[in-house]
């Protein structure tokens, strides 16, 4: 049974806020969290819709007034079947592309990447093909960076990416013929807009390259957005297969689904394999009730959340555990202020300190590098937190042969093994370096 909770009412409603307070903590506690977001997360990057008077399609018709095409038929792989409707559709991709590219991300792209530094995400999905999550910072599929040029059949490197784009992504242009995919440039783009894509630069390459050797032409295919339409296979079906089967296999112990009607049957599909796995995730009952005063991070797992203004189906009754009614960035916000109160040492900075100044005196500090993400260091000898030079040291400064050195004292050893969270005792790595450049690096060390 699906627990709707409306976040307009939570201000009111006590027992409403206690429970949105409890799915924040759940999500600052779960380790391996799985994100599947649609077209709503992107409203409020400044991206105009399709049906108002003065959106995307509008603009559109008065380029093609005789044209009649319902929304979903713009993004049907059968439109391709006939000249006119193909070349609405390069209007309207590239009308959209236009309003993509001045959108910044919003505050639910920027919660994604939050999630992934804090090392907690196991993978993003998402029906976008706005590409505003890798602006954000996350890896996606159609990224250059997780592009595979070696041997074997894998198009992608499946370990570098943190986004996966089910839809494709507007920001590439793909080879009708070849498959060959380029950035969508200025060039391209003014093609598409009056209705003409263009030809292949590597076909045409090709092509020119046999007819200097007097042999016969090959055939030039056209450039198409590389976005995945309505009825058509995604290139990279068989990476993102494996990707999917590898999380599932992870056992994921959160799934948050945002901005999504949940109407489309292959997304559907995913959802509710997720979801599965999800469920499978959660402590028993009976394990809970015999220890309901212990709140370890398996007892925060196996929730499903759903965050969007309108209700999902009957079906989902009994998938989805929380329905939070609202804008998606309104409630992102809220956990991470939640999360900020109940677990402030997730929030720690870190930072590097360099030292500069002349050889005769012992200069100044001040911040060469900060790092936010703490999570997962603890432990390890490596988490400091630095807000100015700590009196627990002092550092003295020689010239030797136009070098300089540097010496420190530091705290004696503890007796006891204490949390680097709470005092840590630091030393100096130094190295030779000028005196106007000397870097200070703070550590703390692991007692054993």
Known sequence: MTVTLDLEASTSDAPARRALSNLSLAVAKCKKIVVVTGAGISCSCGIPDF??????????????????????????ASLFRDPTSSAVFYTFISQLKKSIDVASPSPTHRFIKT??????????YTQNIDGLEERAGLIGTASQEAKSHGKGKAKIKTKEVRNVQLHGDIH?????????????TQEYLDSFLVGTPPDCPECAARSSARVARSARALKVGTLRPAIVLYDEPHPLGDDIGSIHSADIARKPDMLIIMGTSLKVHGFKKLV????????????????SAASPLKK????????????????????????????????????????????????????????????????????????????TNTIG????????????????????????????????????????RMKSSILPYLFLRLRLLPASDLEVAAITPTWR
């Open 51 to 76: 049906r108002s008077s003065d959106g995307l399609y509008a603009l559109v018709k008065q380029q093609y007034p005789d044209v009649v095409l319902k929304g979903r038929d713009l993004f049907d």
């Open 115 to 124: 999630l992934d530094s804090k090392k907690k995400l196991l993978r993003s």
């Open 172 to 184: 590439r242009v793909r080879c009708t013929f070849c498959s060959a995919d380029f950035p969508c």
């Open 272 to 287: 509710k394999d997720f979801a599965r796995a999800v469920h499978e995730s959660a402590p028993s009952p009976a394990a």
């Open 296 to 371: 370890n991070a398996k007892s925060f797992a196996g929730k499903v959340i759903f965050v969007n203004k309108t209700a999902p189906g009957s079906e989902w009754d009994s998938i989805i555990d929380y329905h939070v009614v609202g804008e998606t960035d309104r409630w992102v916000e809220k956990v991470i202020d939640d999360w900020k109160k109940a677990r402030p040492a997730d929030w720690e900075v870190q930072k590097t300190l360099v030292a500069t100044g002349e050889s005769s005196t012992t200069g100044t500090f001040h911040v060469a590098k900060e790092i």
């Open 377 to 416: 260091l603890k432990g390890k000898g490596t988490s400091c937190c630095l807000q100015q030079a700590s009196p627990l040291f002092t550092a003295s400064q020689q010239v030797r042969s136009g070098r300089t050195t540097a010496s420190a004292r530091t705290c004696p050893r503890p007796k006891t």
